[in-house]
């Protein structure tokens, strides 16, 4: 047996449908229980955003989406779901870019990503899309609450997407609600081994923290939330918005 | 004991100085054998680029830079040193953002990144630099066919650094050298659980490999590599230049 750190990735299997309503604190801790898993002080819970906007009831029928004339025109012209585009831009704050097909928008979160985020696949065949939950740190911290409610342990929770980037192909999942822990971790002012103090390193370990759940999860995974066991995380109520970058201090968008 | 999906980081600790000219597989084999891990079928080994760079002699004495009028403009101007700004530039192809004391540049490799991944921490102090790899996703190769060589296994090697995003604070692991797995999974084409057809989810597993390998080895712990073990890569001559977006499909460049 090794003596040396090790962090552990536990996938939460069978979880099941999630209808609008459901107690998600309920749902997951049953899920738990009878993967005979269990959770534990020092432990992070990681979830798609997917099952909590269902949860929120933020699923919404294509069909009662009525598009402009600007979404009709954009999705014909790159045979795009003209009624996924109206949520797309009614979700939007700002256009960040609208090129090829392609649209980047910032979301009332302040989110910059494809689309504000709107999606269709695992909700049921293409009829609905669901939208980002309202507030996602809300969101987790209304589950990390119901947590210690019913467990008496400080769990914290990170709510996560998977997002496009700038200059980089495919997508990897960032964290867009976080209760419990603080986000970023600031290096700055300390001293590696050799006495050189750091000056600019922060580590955005609540992305880590997402990508690394990413793994497990998958897309088609039907597996979306799983157990981070082992991470040494800051505690604290640091939150997900703490994340984006200010526009001001942002030299893309 | 759960019979979920696990996935485990296993920090390889004691690995030491690197020097130039060491035999990186042989170094690294040898902290495995001592931390009593094993490497086996089925592992990746994740490796912070700079215990590469140090193997390859790719370390500059700062003192032996002679900074153009250029670097040494900006430098002061925003209290930088100018041996490393000239480095940076050198390093550089194209300057992508220079504004605020930031300079973001696509190095000879095609990389987006601060300073062209030139980097003062971790080295002797504060007078020595460390360029990138002069071809990261070679220097995987050589690391991939070396463990294969000695151990008759076939380990993907995932070669990281942390880059900053646009959009959001904070650094994250990205996969800059690759070998011996397919570093974006595409699901284009594949359905979910309802029958909706995917059409544009491509993972960008390597990098999420890279952030989760993050976790564990931190900025200051003298851990520069760790195995992933449990995660179902795609086996196969994926290369980290393979996530690097074309600057031509590129809409931040």
């Keep these: 047996m090794s003596n040396c750190a090790e962090i552990r990735i536990l996938a939460i299997e069978g979880i099941g449908e999630i209808q609008p309503g459901d107690c998600l604190a309920e749902t997951l801790i049953d899920a738990i229980e009878r993967a005979h898993l269990q959770l ?21 029928s ?3 989406v009525q598009p402009s004339d600007k979404a009709k025109e954009w999705a014909t012209r790159f045979q795009l ?4 585009i109206e949520l797309a831009l009614r979700q939007s704050k700002r ?3 609208q090129q090829e097909g392609v649209l ?19 909700l049921n065949g293409g009829s609905s899309a669901a939208l980002l939950p309202e507030n996602p740190d809300r969101s987790a911290v209304k589950l990390h609450l ?13 709510i996560s997407d998977s997002f496009g980037r700038a200059w980089r192909e495919g997508l990897c999942e960032v964290a867009i609600g976080v209760a419990g822990l603080i986000p970023l971790r600031d290096y700055r002012g300390k001293r590696d081994r050799y006495g050189y103090q750091l000056h600019a390193t922060v580590e955005a370990v609540a992305d880590e923290l997402a990508c690394a759940a990413g793994l497990i999860c998958g897309k088609l995974n039907n597996t979306p939330a799983c157990i981070i066991r082992g991470f040494g995380f ?14 001001s201090r942002d030299l893309f968008r």
């Design 40 to 60: 534990r002080e020092g432990d992070i819970l990681v979830v798609k955003h997917k099952v909590v906007s269902k949860a929120e009831g933020r699923v919404v």
């Design 62 to 64: 294509l069909q009662e």
């Design 81 to 84: 779901d003209s009624q996924v």
């Design 95 to 97: 256009i960040v870019r």
């Design 104 to 122: 980047i928008t910032e979301t009332s979160h302040g989110l910059v990503c494809a689309n504000s985020g709107v999606d269709v696949s695992n």
């Design 146 to 158: 119901a947590l210690n409610h019913r467990l008496q342990l400080s769990i914290p929770v990170i």
């Design 234 to 247: 800051e505690p604290g109520n640091g939150r997900a918005s703490d994340v984006i970058r200010p526009a």
